[in-house]
């Protein structure tokens, strides 16, 4: 094997200034519906499966009562398909009466109940991805619908605009969020309309507007589609992580861990790493009523989620990459004398074959001359103490990943 160089370089989230609302200052977390139910609107046919007011109601009851909630997942996000097909004779938003028939705020209360939040759906254009109603030319009218609905959080797409067009649409609806005096997160899909087509991301602009945002396709019940994201930000990298920070994150997408049939146990382990790595939005999108233990396991793993919203909130970065494996690392608290203890990843790509790495503390930046206390995350078993000039060797499943963390002694 060639010899392993390693640099990291620690992203400064303070590029830009952040959309000043007081909210995400550590990543979202919850449960999303659309990777795992899609539009699905035939609650006959599909009466566990279709998207209406119970099935938001069973899954906020799901994070209460299996743990998810204890660890962090305190959102419920509705995606599209929950409105009627027009609006009211007033131009107002309307929820589908026979699917949603205790209306939204009734939803929203449900969730504050628990001490949960609940997050909705809309889109910039004249429609929604699935024909639903867009917000175009009603912005300040459906940000007053969703604040006197009590929503906490909007997720507004992109389809049926132009890409050039989110640069106007997506600072519009910030400023009329602001407006409505409710604390509403805002997350925007304005750069997922804007790298296909080639055209330039303004991130400090972005970061004006939104709390998160996503920069790439969505996600597929897939792992392939995760290792799709996982190369698409070992790419842009440099560019991405001066952008992330508290109030500010970059959104991979949905975790579809659980979601069956999709990831192995060690291809789940990757995604909530690597996740966690970059500080990303944990959203889960799966059914928590039928999710298997070892799923459930991973999802609320106490030292991985740490990873995730650690305080320094910065960003990982790849600091090895070929075609088969990867090496990550991520400042993490705590700190000592200016040094900071480390998140260490290492992902194999390779679909057959184990992957080794060995190599000195010294030679990916861990030069604490006291050492580092040296913690498995997955199988939660401390390590021995660690010295700069100690060499750590890893062996990595197929399609697997090793997740350490590096503290300072």
């Not at 309309?193 to 004006?208: A, D, F, G, K, S």
């Not at 291809?267 to 944990?282: D, G, N, R, T």
């Not at 790849?318 to 290492?346: C, E, H, R, W």
């Not at 939660?380 to 997740?403: A, E, F, N």
Request: net charge negative; aromatic share 10%.
């Amino acid at each position: 094997m060639a010899p392993l160089k390693f640099v990291f370089v620690c992203g400064l989230w303070a590029l830009a200034m952040a959309l000043d609302n007081g909210l995400a200052r550590t990543p979202p977390m919850g449960w999303m519906s659309w990777t795992a139910f899609k539009c699905e609107m035939n609650c006959t046919a599909y009466p566990n499966a279709c998207i209406n007011e119970q099935l938001y109601q069973k899954m906020a009851d799901r994070l209460v009562l299996d743990g998810y909630k204890d660890v962090g997942y305190n959102h419920i996000h509705i995606d599209d398909c929950w409105m009627a097909r027009k609006r009211d004779a007033n131009g107002s938003l309307v929820a589908d009466p026979d699917r949603f028939p205790s209306g939204m705020k009734a939803l929203a209360q449900y969730m504050h109940a628990r001490d949960l939040y609940l997050g909705i759906y809309e889109d910039y254009g004249l429609e929604t991805c699935a024909g639903f109603p867009g917000s175009y030319g009603h912005i300040q009218m459906d940000a007053n619908t969703f604040a006197e609905w009590e929503c906490d959080y909007l997720k507004l797409d992109g389809c049926y605009m132009l890409p050039t067009e989110g640069g106007i649409g997506y600072p519009e609806m910030e400023r009329a969020l602001n407006a409505t005096g409710r604390p509403i997160m805002y997350s925007c899909e304005w750069p997922s309309y804007l790298y296909p087509v080639q055209l330039e991301v303004n991130y400090t602009e972005i970061r004006q507007s939104c709390n998160l945002w996503r920069n790439f396709h969505d996600i597929s019940n897939s792992w392939h589609s995760v290792l799709s994201i996982i190369n698409f930000y070992d790419k842009w990298q440099d560019k991405l992580i001066p952008a992330a920070g508290p109030g500010g994150w970059h959104d991979p997408d949905m975790l579809i861990i659980g979601l069956d049939p999709g990831l192995t146990v060690d291809q789940a382990k990757v995604q909530m790493s690597i996740w966690s790595i970059w500080s990303a939005p944990l959203i889960m999108s799966n059914d928590l009523r039928a999710i298997e233990p070892q799923f459930k396991e991973i999802l609320q793993n106490r030292d991985v989620i740490a990873i995730d919203q650690d305080p320094l909130a910065i960003m990982g970065r790849s600091v090895l990459n070929s075609q088969d494996n990867g090496v990550y690392m991520k400042p993490v608290m705590p700190t000592k004398n200016n040094a900071t203890s480390f998140a260490i990843a290492v992902l194999n790509r390779h679909d057959n074959k184990a992957y080794t790495v060995q190599f000195a503390l010294s030679r990916v930046g861990l030069n604490n001359t006291a050492g580092y206390q040296m913690k498995d995350l997955w199988s939660k078993q401390d390590m021995r103490v660690m010295k700069p000039s100690d060499t750590l060797k890893l062996s990595v499943p197929p399609t697997g990943i090793s997740m350490l963390k590096a503290t300072l002694i």
